[in-house]
């Protein structure tokens, strides 16, 4: 999910050294959901949990703005945000300027509605009119030739959405429909998470807002199982609430673990005359600063988060 998630995961556990596991997992500690969901968890609204613990639009919506605009030399004005789900960054991105677009893309009606209801109705009329949430399949993107008529200047991929494809074949496939969708000098940013956290079993819980307080609750990200051979990897994220109750299984990923000269290579197969990482700087502490510069050689840490900028 820029799983801002991850970026602070990784900010708290990097360096962190930290026992290999036995050869089986133990079993998970999270007592299993009672049905149906009571006490606050019953309330609750998953995606405002998950917004508000995992996403962090202005930090995504500024390393797109920023890193195209060293790249091309002008700003980028028009954008598709891939596996958009509640298309919060393409709201952001209609908020900071007058003439930036946006387009959304996913295939779930459900993230979709609720985007309209919670993020696109706390923008202004003129700013909602530049915002184009659109159902479909980033494999078959429609052309939007209206919104884009010489392509986008940059297509997202954020929060590892795009390591569901676990084919070598539909993962190019898709890179093939992003190089096409965008401008001559359009870039193509994604995120990737890695380090020995993503092929382990193990929990990160961060609590999110202040304790005591009515919006306190703990976000739960849960690398349930990886396997080996296919390199599959399942994740889950959970919510405890502060009286205890749980959301258990709130959201559940079944990806492959994607390492970054495969997604590399398969970027380079698809046309991009260059893909470059952007790694994340050192807080001196053990831990990222959430600031993101293009590196040839990264660090061997538990836990990381990076971008990936894939030039057309
Ligand atoms: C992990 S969520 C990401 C939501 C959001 N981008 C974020 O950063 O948190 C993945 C989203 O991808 C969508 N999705 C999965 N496969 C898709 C496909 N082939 N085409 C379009 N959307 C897809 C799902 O419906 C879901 O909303």
Redesign the pocket.
């Known amino acids: 999910?820029?799983?801002l998630h991850q970026h602070a995961a990784a900010a708290a556990d990097r360096y962190t050294p930290r026992p290999m596991p036995r050869r089986r997992p133990r079993a998970t500690s999270i007592p299993p959901a009672p049905r149906p969901l009571r006490g606050l968890a019953a309330k609750a609204d998953r995606h405002d949990l998950?917004q508000r613990a995992?996403?962090n639009f202005e930090s995504e919506a500024d390393f797109v703005q920023d890193t195209f605009r060293a790249l091309r030399k002008r700003p980028a004005r028009i954008i598709r945000?891939?596996?958009?789900?509640?298309f919060g960054?393409a709201c952001e991105w209609a908020r900071r300027h007058k003439d930036n677009v946006a387009a959304g893309?996913?295939?779930?009606p459900e993230?979709v509605a609720w985007g309209r209801k919670r993020n696109l109705s706390a923008l202004s009329p003129a700013q909602q009119a530049r915002v184009h949430p659109v159902m479909?399949?980033?494999?078959n993107p429609p052309r939007l030739a209206n919104l884009a008529p010489r392509g986008f200047d940059a297509v997202l991929a954020?929060?590892?959405?795009y390591w569901?494809f676990k084919q070598r074949d539909v993962m190019l496939r898709y890179y093939r429909q992003v190089h096409k969708s965008l401008a001559r000098d359009g870039v193509f940013f994604l995120d990737a998470c890695g380090g020995a956290d993503c092929i382990r079993i193990c929990k990160e819980n961060r609590p999110i807002g202040r304790r005591n307080s009515r919006g306190f609750y703990t976000y739960i990200w849960d690398h349930a199982a990886y396997d080996p051979i296919s390199g599959d990897i399942t994740c889950k994220i959970h919510f405890r609430m502060r009286d205890g109750s749980t959301i258990r299984d709130a959201?559940t990923?079944d990806w492959r673990f994607w390492s970054l000269p495969e997604i590399g290579e398969i970027l380079a197969d698809a046309g991009f005359r260059k893909s470059t990482i952007y790694w994340e700087g050192d807080d001196g502490k053990g831990g990222g600063n959430g600031d993101f510069t293009p590196a040839a050689r990264g660090d061997c840490v538990d836990s990381f988060i990076c971008y990936i900028v894939a030039e057309k």
């Open positions: 999910m820029g799983h998950y995992v996403q945000e891939d596996f958009c789900g509640t960054v893309l996913d295939i779930d993230p479909g399949n980033v494999l954020m929060n590892f959405s569901c959201f990923y």
